[in-house]
């Protein structure tokens, strides 16, 4: 019943979360009490960024190319 569920790779969907929360705490909550440390989570979101559009050009996580795609747009 739940198997497309099962087929996910629920680790690479956790760190684009993980990602994608850096970017958005580097770029105001962070920034805002302290600029540098604001850029150093901007700079590693960004390259966890790169290299899940990478792993997500390979088709991970869905089967789908039109879900993959939608989640690193």
Not at 17 to 42: E, N, Q, R, S
Request: charge should be positive.
């Amino acid at each position: 019943m739940f198997d497309h569920l099962r087929r996910l790779e629920w680790p690479t969907l956790a760190l684009l979360v993980f990602c994608y929360v850096l970017w958005g705490l580097g770029t105001t909550v962070v920034a805002a009490a302290w600029l540098p440390a604001g850029i150093g989570l901007v700079v590693v979101g960004a390259a966890l960024h790169s290299s899940l559009t990478h792993v997500m050009l390979h088709g991970h996580p869905f089967r789908s190319h039109f879900w993959t795609a939608a989640l690193v747009f």
